[in-house]
């Protein structure tokens, strides 16, 4: 088997696993994540960027190895760290919140923690071991951290992951959670720009803070519109129907919005998901490059052969000369709307 097929086998085994899993997959979806991860790797600088991209395939398949855990293997562990009610922690501002998820299990109990979630602590704690995998240079744990932590750091962009009413169930709008970040990203996301560069954060934890605090902050007019759009209007204005007079579902079970309701709420959102999904890019990178510096900014040429990179050098200033003009190339994967 070549190494092109086990790529392509690898990107056909992750979607078959959570086709299979036939479960409401939350989080950016396959695309969305994906390009994330894609996408933070030519955001790097080139003197760490080059290792990442000669696992870019990893990275990017990797993308989704969360939900996966979560869904398909049903690792009950893996469920809080994609999300947090910051209703049911009486948040007002982040100075308010507890440093740690240990620390947030003292003051409201482990059960509440595991109910209402960590995302903000689990993105806190995979960057110091991701910095922490840098400074023994174990290449195999920076891979598979920075990739994961990628996974998170895309799910604390998605504000429906801020909140209890994260599928719009409490406000009649359930649907929406899929509709929001993986249908419209998937029809219109073509024409995104995600150019950005990775940038040094002097405090992790108020930088995960912010990013929290500025997604939740983006709820209320991503269901206003919404609810504004829906209210009077018959099914087959707001779905896509099945022969059979239904709203038609995609593979997840998950119903398809009708392609004018999602056109027009799209243009509502005013550039809404491309840009939390930019910001999702930059803050990516910008997670694996600060805790590279914070490692002491170790040398990773040598963590491959020398063959292997300058096999993907060409590659790699291909790829570069997209990503100026805001593109993200080289990879497929099979849309879920």
């Not at 009486?90 to 440093?99: C, G, H, S």
């Not at 991701?130 to 962009?157: P, V």
């Not at 409490?170 to 219109?188: D, M, N, R, V, Y």
């Amino acid at each position: 088997m070549n190494i092109m097929t086990k790529r392509i086998f690898t990107l056909v085994a992750i979607v078959f696993l959570l086709c299979s899993s036939a479960i409401y997959v939350y989080g950016w979806g396959v695309w969305g994540h994906s390009k994330i991860n894609r996408g933070a790797i030519l955001a790097l600088p080139k003197e760490m960027g080059m290792f990442f991209y000669n696992h870019a395939d990893f990275i990017t398949e990797e993308a989704v190895a969360a939900d996966i855990r979560k869904y398909t293997m049903g690792d009950k562990t893996e469920n809080p760290r994609h999300y947090i009610d910051l209703e049911n922690y009486n948040y007002t501002t982040p100075a308010a919140m507890p440093a740690s998820a240990d620390a947030a299990s003292a003051k409201f109990s482990k059960d509440t923690v595991d109910k209402y979630g960590t995302l903000p602590w689990t993105i806190i704690e995979m960057t110091d071991k991701l910095t922490k995998a840098f400074k023994t240079k174990n290449k195999s744990e920076i891979l598979f951290l920075a990739a994961n932590l990628a996974h998170y750091i895309g799910d604390a962009h998605m504000p429906l992951h801020t909140t209890i009413n994260h599928d719009g169930q409490f406000t009649g709008q359930k649907g929406i959670h899929a509709l929001w970040e993986s249908q419209l990203p998937e029809l219109f996301g073509n024409n995104y720009s995600f150019y950005a560069d990775a940038r040094y954060m002097p405090d992790v934890d108020k930088a995960t803070w912010n990013i929290i605090d500025s997604s939740n902050k983006l709820i209320a007019r991503l269901l206003y519109n919404d609810k504004k759009m829906r209210k009077d209007k018959p099914e087959e204005m707001l779905y896509k129907l099945a022969p059979n007079g239904a709203p038609e579902k995609n593979r997840y079970g998950q119903v398809v919005h009708a392609y004018e309701y999602a056109h027009v709420y799209h243009e509502l959102l005013d550039h809404m998901v491309e840009r939390q999904l930019r910001a999702a890019i930059t803050a990516t990178a910008s997670y694996w490059y600060t805790a590279w510096v914070n490692a002491g900014k170790p040398d990773l040429t040598d963590l491959d052969p020398k063959y292997i990179t300058e096999r993907n050098a060409k590659f790699y200033l291909e790829d570069i000369k997209y990503w100026k003009k805001g593109k993200v190339t080289g990879y497929k994967v099979k849309n879920e709307f």
